[in-house]
């Protein structure tokens, strides 16, 4: 007589695997956790200091693995010009008064201005402190500082001023200038906001619809998003390898330590002003954050960033539509600390020695610059260059730190929207105050 089979079993396992799906399914930073750490393992495989593969078909695979997350950035970059114009417009139109939204865009600047002025003042700190460049420097023969910084040409503050104005809005858009993009939105949105509204309706009326056809696009570009930190972090890794790291080994840790006091101190700032669990605020906006650290892209993080602070942390939307977007080009204290701890490096490297007048000049030019510069990746070193070049430091030692730079800048990006997020959350009721 042959033994019935259990009824129970596969419909059990089918059971099992439709619930992993759906839990999985319904959870982004799932997803991209996964596909953060597959394409940690992949990377790695294909690395040079494992040698399994052939170093070109290494490098073709990796650009192969790259193509979702190219695609991802890709459609993001195509819409990112109306949707933040569109946010901020909406955001500022959304319920408030000019005076109430003065309150809002006040203590957003006052927010960036101190974080970023924080971020710099415990980069420089770092960096002279801990002093990463002064080994580099003994083993290669250069005596610690031979010569003074120089001082950098006094910027020339009155055209500084008049040239924030964007006077040829289509050269902004068509040289993506997010700073002026974002100005012109600011202008746009306070005239908006004490325009007639009955003559301004249908333009408001078909703002809304380009927002609704963007923010499609955008949820069609989501679908790509674990896919894109999957091929994105196999790319990086396969190409530069893990071991790039271990020669800039005290640099790489006197940045990640600088950022990790400065992510202590937005969830300190959450957990004191905001009054939200520490852990909990951490857990709701992980998926933003595991995002931000695989496109290296503040900008391209925005709509999820909008959508996690109205969803998940209780943002009314006027307020994440206005703070998000404005944040995601003006907060990025995380790059201001990276590159204070970049410029000591590089004039310990080159024997510069950095006086104190020297190091607050650097403090004040990196609130400025950080303000000043789009959120998208690699932009830290681009300005980093012209600092530098500024203060009379030899800018050769950038060849070096370029080759940790992608790393360096996947956890800085993840600072600077936890910054974004950290300052919506603070904000979120000043529309009623
Ligand atoms: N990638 C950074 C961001 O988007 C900017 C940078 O530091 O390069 O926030």
Same mark, same amino acid.
């Given at each position: ?72 950035l890709?459609?993001i ?193 959450? $957990? ?6 520490? %852990?909990? !605020? #951490?857990?709701?906006? +992980? /998926? *933003?954050? =595991?995002?931000?650290? &695989?496109t290296?892209s503040s900008a391209a993080v925005i ?31 995380? $790059? ?6 970049? %410029?000591? !490096? #590089?004039?310990?490297? +080159? /024997? *510069?020695? =950095?006086?104190?007048? &020297? ?75």
């Amino acid at each position: 007589m042959s033994t019935p089979m259990h009824p129970a079993t596969p419909f059990r396992l089918r059971d099992l695997q439709w619930q992993v799906r759906s839990w999985f399914g319904t959870r982004l930073w799932a997803q991209v956790l996964l596909g953060l750490c597959l394409g940690i393992a992949v990377g790695a495989a294909l690395s040079p200091e494992v040698g399994w593969v052939d170093r070109r078909a290494a490098v073709t695979a990796g650009a192969w693995l790259a193509v979702p997350g190219r695609l991802f950035l890709a459609i993001i970059g195509m819409v990112l010009v109306p949707l933040v114009m569109i946010s901020i417009i909406k955001g500022m139109l959304g319920g408030g008064s000019m005076a109430q939204l003065r309150t809002v865009g006040l203590r957003l600047l006052l927010f960036v201005t101190l974080t970023t002025g924080l971020g710099a003042g415990l980069g420089v700190l770092l960096g002279q402190g801990i002093a990463p460049g002064a080994g580099i420097a003994a083993a290669n023969g250069t005596t610690a500082a031979r010569q003074t910084a120089q001082r950098p040409p006094t910027p020339d503050l009155p055209s500084l001023i008049v040239n924030l104005v964007p006077s040829n809005p289509q050269a902004a858009l068509a040289e993506r200038d997010m700073l002026a993009i974002v100005i012109l939105a600011l202008f746009l949105g306070a005239a908006a906001l004490v325009a007639d509204r009955t003559k301004t309706a249908p333009f408001l009326g078909a703002l809304d619809g380009l927002l609704e056809i963007s923010m499609t696009l955008v949820k069609w570009a989501m679908y790509l998003a674990p896919w894109a930190v999957f091929g994105l972090l196999a790319d990086v890794i396969a190409r530069s390898g893990l071991v790039a790291v271990a020669g800039l080994t005290t640099y790489v840790l006197t940045v990640l330590a600088g950022l990790l006091a400065l992510m202590l101190l937005y969830v300190l700032i959450v $957990t004191v002003f905001a009054r939200r669990h520490p %852990v909990d !605020f #951490l857990r709701r906006i +992980s /998926g *933003v954050m =595991l995002l931000a650290f &695989s496109t290296s892209s503040s900008a391209a993080v925005i709509p999820l960033s909008i959508d996690t602070a109205v969803r998940n942390l209780e943002v009314p939307e006027s307020i994440a539509n206005f703070t998000i977007p404005l944040g995601a080009t003006i907060n990025m204290a995380g $790059t201001a600390l990276y590159q204070a701890v970049a %410029v000591c !490096f #590089l004039a310990q490297l +080159s /024997g *510069v020695a =950095l006086t104190p007048e &020297s190091l607050a000049t650097i403090v004040l030019t990196l609130i400025v610059t950080s303000i000043g510069a789009p959120g998208t990746p690699g932009v830290g070193i681009v300005i980093l260059a012209n600092i530098v070049t500024g203060f009379g430091i030899p800018t050769t030692g950038i060849a070096l730190i370029l080759g940790v730079d992608r790393l360096l800048d996947m956890f800085r990006t993840t600072v600077n929207v936890t910054g974004d997020l950290t300052v919506s959350v603070l904000l979120r009721n000043a529309r009623r105050d």
